[in-house]
């Protein structure tokens, strides 16, 4: 749907530089813009791209200036970037009703507004909330609460108890609620620990696709509001996770620890179980984190330790070769020194 400059300077609280009644009918970035087209610049690299590109529009902050380009300015180009692919954005609509296919069972409530897709299974005393959208194939365990406007992409299984808040989307083949990984050795065998906990889910979430979030062996597995999780993430029982926390892919994160708010774990951050991360700790890449974590740090390696040390060690193991080949060049001097004294 196409949007004058002026439309989309409003909807960001912007203001525009140049022909506000200029038409734009797609977002591109500047290496693939064609007239009549919006692009954006957060430094001056990308506006000197944005600048030699056919983008008909320009979103950048107050520091630029142009003569060739409309310009939307705002306060920060990668907020407004983002809520300018929403004008944008060709997400499917998906209108009230439900699939012939679909079984819903008798003491289901929900909402007339709903959508619910073919082949999905809602059990019973499950609550769905208004404008929530099943797509298909979806499962909904019994007693299970969600709330208004949930998106749960096709194959999303929902174990029974478990709680989701409003505005939450869940990616294709996520499991919510399975069984946490609890056993005892009796007798030379390994016996399960029945896990009859549930799983909570906060109001703002966007969970990625195939992500496993086990239920709690006795209480709730929680994540907090406004936390986005990527795909391929593990959540292990009881696991509790703050509000506004980034977990990206192949994060694992084993059964009781607790994050607070805004913690960053990146791709493939491993948490043993049983510790506590404090708020606005960021974790880097591949890291493993098996102690306590105080609000603040950044750390990185196996184990996690602050990035400057963690730096200045690899550092110095580039450095071993050439010192292993002076050491061995003075033993061998020493070495000679030794057997002429002897004489």
Request: overall charge positive.
């Amino acid at each position: 749907m196409p949007f004058t400059a002026a439309q989309i300077a409003k909807h960001l609280q912007g203001k525009v530089a140049g022909d506000g009644n200029a038409v734009l009918k797609n977002f591109a970035t500047a290496e693939h813009a064609q007239a009549g087209d919006l692009t954006f610049a957060e430094n001056k690299d990308y506006f000197a791209r944005a600048e030699k590109s056919a983008a008909t529009a320009i979103i950048t902050d107050k520091s630029f200036s142009s003569a060739t380009k409309i310009l939307i300015r705002v306060p920060d180009a990668r907020v407004a970037f983002a809520k300018a692919l929403t004008l944008f954005s060709n997400e499917k609509k998906f209108a009230a009703g439900i699939h012939p296919t679909a079984i819903i069972a008798p003491g289901a409530q929900i909402d007339p507004g709903v959508h619910v897709g073919p082949y999905c299974v809602v059990g019973e005393n499950v609550k769905i909330g208004a404008r929530s959208v099943l797509q298909g194939a979806n499962f909904i365990g019994d007693d299970s609460k969600l709330g208004d406007e949930i998106n749960l992409f096709p194959n999303v299984t929902i174990y029974p108890s478990t709680k989701i808040g409003d505005r939450v989307r869940v990616h294709a083949g996520t499991v919510i609620g399975s069984d946490g990984f609890g056993y005892v050795q009796d007798g030379g065998v390994h016996r399960k620990v029945p896990q009859i906990g549930s799983v909570i889910i906060g109001d703002d979430v966007e969970i990625g696709a195939n992500v496993t979030v086990d239920r709690g062996a006795l209480g709730p597995t929680v994540i907090g509001k406004g936390t986005k999780i990527d795909n391929l993430v593990h959540i292990a029982h009881n696991v509790e996770i703050g509000e506004h926390c980034l977990l990206v892919a192949q994060v694992g994160i084993a059964g009781s620890s607790k994050l607070g708010n805004y913690v960053v774990l990146a791709g493939q951050v491993g948490v043993s179980g049983h510790l506590k991360i404090g708020n606005q700790v960021v974790i880097a890449a591949q890291s493993g984190v098996i102690g306590d974590i105080s609000a603040g740090e950044k750390l990185w390696g196996t184990p996690a330790i602050s990035i400057g040390e963690c730096k200045r060690q690899l550092a110095s193991l580039r450095q071993l070769p050439e010192l292993l080949k002076r050491v061995a060049e003075l033993e061998k001097k020493h070495g000679a020194k030794s057997k002429r004294r002897s004489k």
